[in-house]
């Protein structure tokens, strides 16, 4: 475990202090796990508003002549039908097809993107650009430092983001964003989001996070807008079944067998992974990511066991307890004779076997109008 003294600080760290977060290290950062409560907060998002701060996320600018055709090739989804102003969701993969990440591409111009990345990853994707950046001419440069990134979620997240922003949010579709200026200091507001909610994803330079984050803490007052921690933004994103890097995928795992067929197109130009995906594709997959309901009392958790009749047959990849379910979830790869939907299985929970069943994610339906 590293001191605290070793870990990275976001910009708002020392607001976190002030408004009681519980602070724990993650992925090398030292980030509020939670401030009033998980249940708490996870409802606050669900019924109303909430705010995260998320700056140790990672975000890379590629610029150039060759910008478009570099990202083409690193990412498996085809950005060519992008249209400006427009994000995304993506992976980059290995030659062997596991993948280096999964990310968000935002599109300002045909020579003119920027990715937003895992924190875990944003040093090894920016290196791994790189390396394959070589032969096109295009500038890539690692914007994370000076980048601090907040996301108000939930269904007021409109109606308060209006009140300290100089454009129309109401004009910016879901995977779409705009630039303008939130309390007076330009910034990009994308309608994205990792919470299952309509929301916004606000990046900004970091010297103003705080000025801008008090200003939403002030203006959300009649919306109840509470700070919302890492557990938070856990339980949320498991009720809507979203991988998260390092837990559902690695650069191990087959996207394909992770449900990620989706963003991989097969049928676009070259692209790093794309003669071994096809491979894996053809051959057939041995095994599927699906999401696991428990029946009975019981928290789930990364790495617990799963059993069919007593045998293992898989462990949880990501485990909690669902706020708006009532009931533990979790996600599991398991071979194809177990991913059939209604299968029952079994959740070893220190040492009770708590009985659950295969059930498709999203666990929740999500509330966002796509259209």
């Not at 630039?179 to 010297?207: M, P, Q, W």
């Not at 097969?266 to 053809?282: E, S």
């Not at 009392?297 to 066991?305: A, D, F, L, Q």
């Not at 047959?313 to 009931?327: A, D, I, K, R």
Request: aromatic share 8%.
């Amino acid at each position: 475990m590293p001191n605290d003294s070793d870990l990275k600080t976001t910009p708002l760290h020392s607001m976190h202090k002030e408004l009681g977060g519980k602070l724990v290290p993650f992925a090398g950062w030292h980030m509020p796990i939670q401030f009033k409560g998980v249940m708490e907060e996870h409802k606050c998002v669900r019924d109303g508003v909430g705010i995260f701060e998320v700056s140790h996320m990672g975000e890379i600018e590629i610029t150039g002549p060759d910008a478009k055709k570099l990202i083409q090739y690193l990412v498996t989804n085809d950005i060519e039908p992008m249209q400006n102003n427009q994000a995304l969701y993506t992976l980059m993969c290995l030659e062997t097809g596991g993948v280096v990440d999964d990310l968000l591409v935002h599109r300002f111009s045909d020579d003119h993107y920027f990715l937003c990345v895992n924190a875990s990853n944003s040093d090894k994707d920016f290196q791994w650009i790189l390396k394959n950046a070589g032969d096109f001419d295009a500038v890539v440069k690692n914007t994370s430092q000076e980048t601090a990134q907040l996301a108000v979620q939930g269904k007021h997240s409109e109606a308060l983001l209006q009140k300290l922003c100089d454009i129309s949010l109401s004009e910016i579709e879901y995977y779409h964003f705009k630039k303008g200026k939130i309390h007076n200091f330009e910034c990009i507001l994308a309608r994205t989001g990792y919470t299952g909610e309509d929301g916004f994803e606000v990046y900004l330079d970091s010297k103003h996070a705080e000025s801008v984050y008090k200003a939403l803490i002030e203006e959300g007052k009649p919306f109840n807008l509470q700070p919302i921690g890492l557990g938070a933004r856990d339980t949320l994103r498991m009720e809507m079944g979203y991988a998260l890097y390092g837990n559902e995928l690695n650069e191990n795992c087959n996207p394909l067998e992770a449900g990620l067929g989706w963003v991989i197109k097969l049928q676009k130009n070259d692209f790093i992974g794309k003669a071994a995906l096809k491979k894996q594709k053809d051959a057939g997959l041995s095994r599927k990511l699906v999401g696991i309901r428990l029946l009975d009392r019981g928290v789930p958790r990364p790495h617990y066991r799963v059993l069919s009749e007593g045998s293992p047959v898989g462990e949880l990849t990501s485990g909690t307890f669902s706020p708006s379910l009532n009931t533990g979830i979790g996600l599991c790869y398991v071979s194809k004779e177990y991913a059939k939907l209604g299968t029952k299985l079994d959740v070893e929970i220190r040492k009770l076997n708590v009985p659950a069943e295969v059930v498709k994610p999203p666990f929740l339906p999500s509330r966002i109008k796509k259209s």
